[in-house]
């Protein structure tokens, strides 16, 4: 089943956006889960052999996550995400930038829309990650966003199956 789950993924230079589709074979909630909790984002949020480690989190509007990606060799690479809105179990929407160990944002970020549907026992996140300059938008890109996302993507489908 798992060849037959949609993955797409679109840079649209014009729009500063980057667009991702990804089917999950697994349940709507359990997805939703994997997206907005502490304990399961820290098991798949960073390409291998990187790892996630939330210092806090606060899934609410108004509320962040501060992490950082884990390199092999202990390098630490900081983020924050700012959730501006939060339709239960369908979406949400936050602000991603990097920043420093001391949380101070390196802006501009970009704005991340994750939709969440479910249908024929698949759950589908439709994820818009908008910038605000194309400039950064071409430096994600230059820095490996496609093949890191599409690799940690692929790896959340192994951490649901565990948990399923």
């Known amino acids: 089943m798992k060849n037959h789950l949609l993955f797409n993924f679109k840079v649209d230079k014009a729009t500063k956006t980057v667009f ?3 089917e999950f074979a697994a349940d709507h909630d359990l997805v939703w889960d994997a997206f907005t909790k502490q304990e399961i984002l820290d ?3 960073a390409p291998k ?6 210092k806090h989190m606060d899934f609410s509007v108004g509320g962040r996550r501060f992490y950082a990606m884990v ?3 202990g390098q630490e690479h900081w983020s924050i995400q700012d959730y501006t809105s939060i339709t239960p179990k369908t979406n949400f929407k936050m602000m991603s930038a990097f ?3 001391d949380e ?6 970009s704005d991340w829309d994750l939709n969440f549907t479910h249908q024929d026992g698949k759950t589908k ?3 818009a990650i908008k910038n605000d300059s194309l400039e950064r938008m071409e430096r994600m890109i230059e820095m490996g966003f496609k093949e890191g996302f599409t690799a940690t993507l692929t790896f959340l489908e192994n951490v649901l199956a565990t948990l399923e």
Not at 49 to 54: A, D, F, G, L, R
Request: hydrophobic residues 25%.
């Open 71 to 73: 390199g092999p060799e």
């Open 20 to 22: 991702v589709d990804k």
């Open 125 to 127: 996140v439709s994820i």
């Open 104 to 109: 101070n944002p390196d802006l501009p970020g």
């Open 99 to 101: 920043s420093d160990k």
């Open 43 to 45: 098991q798949w949020w």
């Open 49 to 54: 052999p990187w790892s996630s480690k939330t």
